[in-house]
């Protein structure tokens, strides 16, 4: 069983973990973490942090779980704990996506679409030097999965797994039979 405890990264507040007796050191530009994401990093006990310190040990495989609308990563927090108790090996981010969670606070240019919210995570990605195994991704999250397998090759270079829960894939038709019907939804929310 791990147990871990959360790390504060002083520019931007955001959480991270990491195993108990375990350090996580950090390169001294800090700055490289301020203004994308908020995000909490849960490792298996077999785990050996190294992004910043030793590139002679592989990497270690990583999921990235991504939250739906309303949520935040800790939505994802028992899940991740428990996969990383049965995966000892892998490690576990947890993003708060923008608007969401902890990443509320951290101010975002340009309109907040599906699109530009899975290119905030592709740039976290690159800041922390993962290369991504697998990306989960809940409703909201799923199409921002789908977004990022989309939108760039060379962060996701080697074949990457993508889960979809709770989510229809591409775009949502309106009108049609059998079909989402969203503009009435939210038409009848409104007289309510």
Same mark, same amino acid.
């Given at each position: ?9 002083? #520019? ?11 350090? %996580?050191?950090?390169?001294? /530009? ?9 995000? /909490? ?12 310190? *030793?590139?002679? %040990?592989? *990497? ?10 309303? $949520? ?13 108790? /049965? ?18 606070? %951290? ?12 290119? *905030? ?37 080697? #074949? ?14 309106? $009108?049609?039979?059998? /079909? *989402?019907?969203?503009?009435?939804? %939210? ?6």
């Amino acid at each position: 069983m791990s147990s871990s405890r959360s790390l504060a990264c002083s #520019p931007c507040r955001c959480a991270q973990v990491a195993l108990a007796d375990a350090e %996580i050191a950090y390169q001294p /530009e800090a700055e490289k973490h301020a203004g994308v994401l908020a995000y /909490e990093l849960v490792q298996g006990n077999l785990v050996q942090w190294n992004s910043f310190m *030793d590139k002679s %040990i592989p *990497d270690p495989p990583t999921a990235v779980l991504l939250h739906g609308i309303l $949520g935040s990563g800790k939505n994802w927090g028992s899940f991740a704990k428990r996969l990383a108790q /049965e995966f000892p090996m892998w490690q576990f981010l947890l993003v708060d996506l923008r608007c969401h969670g902890d990443s509320a606070s %951290i101010k975002k240019r340009g309109s907040h679409t599906v699109a530009s919210t899975a290119f *905030d995570v592709l740039k976290l990605i690159g800041q922390l030097r993962l290369s991504p195994r697998v990306l989960v991704g809940h409703s909201f999250g799923g199409k921002v999965a789908l977004s990022m397998v989309d939108q760039a090759a060379k962060p996701l270079a080697r #074949p990457v797994r993508v889960w979809v829960l709770d989510a229809t894939p591409g775009k949502v038709r309106s $009108g049609l039979d059998g /079909e *989402d019907h969203p503009v009435e939804l %939210i038409d009848f929310l409104r007289r309510m």
